[in-house]
């Protein structure tokens, strides 16, 4: 009769920003649960880590569930494992990045626990060859990767189930391999099926290991909490009087059978990652830009804070948190495409670019810092004006537009512009959906056909916008005055008709506390242009992240209403507010445009389905216009926050 060692590594983890009373929730129906169980079966060995940003949050509203996790440690039923403090994907970080973000989870274990882990829990379980060195420097002896990480190698299946040294630059790390199978069926199968698949990968010798690694919701959130007690207790009952099976920590497999030998791997994570991120996750950063902009942004406030060796150690952990990792990617659920975890990623890092500008005098006696770089990383240059209140990003090369406004005065720190595109998925193919056609940021041109309504823009009707000056490259002049000029020279196309050249400048002037941009068109084609002037833009209202019922409005003439409610009519003005954020005003210098409203809601799986998911509020300014030869259309919009521009 065959026998094996079974690790059961249990995962729990809440990202930055996750909505408290998300997490309240969670905590009563798993974490509470699971910690019980683990104190009613505290003469077997379970193996758990807890993510930095949830250790975070345990620690400020349930210490109590700190204290007792903490004892059954010391008792020898839990093993600990470490893990990166913002639970960020170490190798899309700066190299340096990956080695603190271990080292600053450890101290603050050690804080709290008294001792540093031996093993670590690898972020979505993402392996690249790189990581041995880091880990290795921070004294971390092994960590858990995916089975399909070894079959990526070109390995045989069955070494799987022994542990393996691997090494870069002559440091070393010992890998155990997490079963695909056995998450497949733990807990979603009765006792003894599980039992029989982990028995189907013994040895007669007994030497062998197999890993369940996974998350620790699966056990009253994905499903109800009553069922998950009584699934726990049949299983770990039946277990407990088993002989064949021997529940272990990874810290006792080791010093009992050490390692079959050395080993070699490629990159690689869990069999869904390597599906959703088409086999590496970096892609997720050319996928969603929304994620490489949030990626880049990181870089360049890593650069500030360099700058800054006197900054205080609380700008660092706010970068580190910036990390978290939930925000860049998207899969089954959420990820991305929820705003308040993208709300939570620029909250961080601005707060962490304020302290360093404040430590070095970034400004000096300047109001105004401009740089013409490539932010993005795409190989053409942004334009990013900074100023101690706000920055302002613009692309020449995406229509001219904005597409980050960070607000950054202290308690107040948002990206207003964190809006996020709608992208076609694997799971909305066949749904009639229509994705985006350009990015959902502001300061864009359309030229609509007369016929389009709201629903056509906010939709995307196709062949609506008849001009091609949404996507334009356009040229940046930065005058003396510290204004800039945008221009460019476009087209409006109508089936049957010469084109008309249309000449778009946009004059950005920077306030104390927004901006003003004047738009001018110019029709130097040879026929009218009978269209409807849109110029649109974007709003991240910013979410109360602590109390649940705290609704986001907007006011437009005298009206207010809830931002899942559309609008349409003559207006100049619109003011966006949040209990938690001062008034974000858009108004126009045409008193007699339209304003057209809607909410930007993708469409997502969720655990109940496809739902709509909001990623901001859609604003398009409209001027129903027949613009003849040399005639000039022009108009003013103040973008600001707080009551008065100024």
């Known amino acids: 009769m065959g026998k094996i060692n079974f690790i059961f590594a249990i995962h729990f983890h809440q990202p930055v920003g996750q909505l408290k009373w998300i997490n309240d929730g969670i905590y009563e129906r798993s974490y509470k649960l699971l910690l019980e169980i683990f104190e009613k079966y505290a003469d077997l060995k379970f193996t758990v880590h807890i993510s930095g940003p949830l250790l975070l949050f345990l620690n400020e509203y349930y210490p109590e569930w700190i ?19 913002g ?25 709290l626990f008294g001792y540093k882990p031996k093993g670590m829990w690898l972020p979505e379980r993402v392996y690249e060859p790189s990581l041995p060195e880091v880990l290795s420097k921070n004294m971390i002896e092994y960590t858990f990767i995916d089975d399909s990480t070894l079959q990526r ?39 003894e099926e599980v039992f029989n698949y982990i028995l189907s990968k013994s040895s007669e010798e007994g030497d062998r290991v197999i890993v369940w690694g996974s998350d620790a919701e699966k056990f009253g959130e994905w499903k109800d909490p009553d069922w998950a007690w009584n699934w726990l207790n049949d ?56 994620s490489n902009n949030m990626h880049k942004k990181m870089l360049l406030v890593r650069k500030k804070l360099k700058q800054a060796p006197e900054v205080a150690d609380i ?15 998207h899969g089954l659920f959420g990820g991305i495409y929820l705003i308040h975890l993208r709300q939570a990623i620029y909250e961080k890092f601005i707060k962490a670019e304020k302290l360093a500008e404040e430590t070095i005098d ?35 090369d995406d229509g001219g537009t904005i597409f980050e406004y960070d607000y950054k005065e202290k308690g107040k720190e948002h990206n207003i512009q964190n809006t996020m595109t709608r992208y076609m998925e694997p799971y909305l193919e066949n749904t009639g959906f229509i994705p985006d056609w350009y990015r959902r940021v502001s300061s864009r041109i359309h030229l609509w056909s007369p016929d389009t309504g709201l629903n056509d823009w906010i939709n995307n009707t196709p062949f609506k916008d008849q001009s091609d000056l949404a996507l334009r490259k356009y040229s940046v002049i930065i005058t003396r005055e ?33 901006i003003t941009t004047n738009y001018e068109l110019v029709n130097y084609g040879e026929r009218p242009v009978d269209t ?24 437009i003439e005298s009206e207010e209403k809830n931002v899942e409610e559309q609008w349409k009519g003559i207006s100049r003005k619109i003011i966006v507010k949040s209990k938690v954020f001062p008034d974000i005003v858009l108004e126009s210098s045409d008193r007699e445009n339209e304003i057209w409203v809607s909410p930007l809601n993708s469409l997502a799986r969720t655990e109940k389905g496809l739902m709509k998911v909001f990623q901001g509020i859609a604003i398009m300014f409209v001027k129903k216009t027949v613009l003849k030869p040399k005639d000039e259309y022009s108009v003013k919009i103040n973008w600001f926050i707080g009551e008065n521009l100024n």
Not at 97 to 110: A, C, G, S, T
Not at 153 to 161: E, I, L
Not at 164 to 178: A, M
Request: charged letters at 25%; hydrophobic letters at 35%; a positive charge.
């Open 532 to 555: 409807l002037i849109g110029i649109e833009y974007h709003v991240s209202p910013k979410i109360d992240l602590i109390n649940k019922d705290s609704p986001i409005i907007y006011r």
């Open 153 to 191: 190698g070109g390995h045989s299946s069955d070494k799987a189930y022994y542990s393996w040294l691997t090494e870069e630059s002559g440091r070393t790390l010992k890998l155990f391999f997490i079963d695909t199978g056995l998450r497949y069926v733990l807990p979603w199968s009765s006792s």
């Open 235 to 290: 299983f770990l009952s039946k277990l407990r009087e088993r002989d064949d099976i021997l529940l272990v920590h990874p810290r006792d497999y080791l010093k009992e059978h050490g390692v079959k030998g050395l080993i070699y791997l490629p990159s690689g994570s869990y069999d869904k990652m390597l599906e959703w991120s088409h086999g590496f996750f970096r892609n997720f950063l050319i996928k969603y830009v929304e």
């Open 362 to 396: 970034y400004y000096r006696d300047k109001n105004l810092v401009f740089n013409y770089i490539d932010f993005d990383y795409d190989g053409k240059r942004e334009v990013l004006v900074e100023t101690p209140r706000y920055n302002i990003y613009i692309k020449p």
């Open 87 to 111: 639970e960020a994907i170490l190798p899309i970080l700066p190299s340096e990045d990956r080695y603190y973000q271990v080292k600053e989870y450890m101290r603050y274990f050690e804080k």
């Open 315 to 329: 700008a660092w952990r706010e970068y580190h948190l910036g990390q978290c990792n939930d925000a860049y990617w």
């Open 482 to 514: 510290h204004k800039i000029i945008l221009r460019t020279l476009g087209g409006h196309y109508v089936y049957g008709l010469k084109p008309a050249k249309i000449l778009v400048e946009k004059t950005i002037e920077f306030k104390n506390n927004g």
């Open 67 to 85: 204290n007792r996790i903490a004892k059954l440690g010391d008792l020898g039923t839990i093993e600990f494992l470490a893990g990166s403090m």
